[in-house]
């Protein structure tokens, strides 16, 4: 069935380096791909999102890189911080009004001071 | 402005007893989804809420069911629990027709036992 998944369960950075957390997804319709942040005992938080029809969108701090010939998408993180800490979720919906969430597994993301 | 309200935040339930869970979206949002997320998984949908009917279903029993009132806040109700409904609940909203960036709430963390 349509999956999408991340590649490894925990990432360690040292404060101040660049993170990077990949995804990878099978549904070739998605046409909306999502990053959320999930701190402990919190519910998800919308950090960055991309339209397939983008291949890089740049925020505050992030960046998010997709590639729909081997269905990858990547997060980028400059300078972490120890406030990212937290488990980070690749999501995808199908079109962009109201349409259910497809989540990865997450990956945990810890920073070492 | 308030953001997306559940209650309550934990709850224990029997297996084979029924619960009710309960969401207030944002300001100004009208639709309202419901995800279950598992211990070190990523949530899943269960179902959405528009205009006080079903709008949209995951792959989950009729043991899940749901309603939405017209003030927009909604239910969630399982019947005959099982061990296996133990899980975060969270509740996400968003603005039919507008950007489709869902909002979670905090959740609810329902412990079958």
């Known amino acids: 069935g349509e999956s999408v998944g991340l590649h490894l369960p925990t990432l360690s950075v040292q404060e101040g380096d660049n993170s990077i957390i990949n995804c990878a997804y099978s549904?070739?319709?998605?046409?909306?791909f999502i990053w959320y942040k999930q701190e402990s005992g919190k519910g998800p938080q919308f950090i960055i999102d991309?339209?397939?029809?983008?291949d890089k969108r740049q925020g505050q701090r992030v960046t998010v890189l997709l590639n729909k010939t081997v269905k990858h998408l990547s997060l980028q993180i400059a300078a972490t911080q120890p406030g990212d800490s937290a488990v980070y979720f690749c999501?995808?919906?199908?079109?962009?009004?109201?349409?259910?969430?497809?989540f990865g597994k997450g990956i945990t993301l810890s920073v070492r001071p | 402005d308030a953001g997306v309200t559940q209650s309550p935040t934990h709850l224990i339930k029997t297996r084979g007893q029924q619960v009710t869970l309960r969401c207030s979206p944002k300001?100004?949002?009208?639709?309202v989804s419901w995800y279950q997320q598992a211990l070190g998984q990523g949530p899943q949908f269960i179902f959405q809420?528009?205009?006080?009917?079903?709008?949209q279903r995951g792959n989950f029993p009729d043991r899940f069911s749901g309603h939405q009132f017209p003030n927009y806040s909604s239910e969630l109700n399982v019947n005959a629990l099982l061990l296996g409904d133990s899980a975060l609940y969270l509740c996400?909203?968003?603005?039919?027709?507008?950007?489709?960036?869902?909002?979670f709430g905090p959740g609810t963390r329902l412990t079958v036992t």
């Open positions: 549904n070739s319709a998605s046409d909306y």
């Open positions: 999501a995808e919906t199908p079109t962009g009004a109201n349409s259910k969430l497809t």
């Open positions: 300001s100004g949002h009208d639709t």
């Open positions: 991309i339209r397939s029809n983008m």
């Open positions: 809420y528009y205009e006080e009917e079903e709008r």
């Open positions: 996400a909203s968003s603005q039919r027709g507008g950007y489709y960036e869902q909002y």
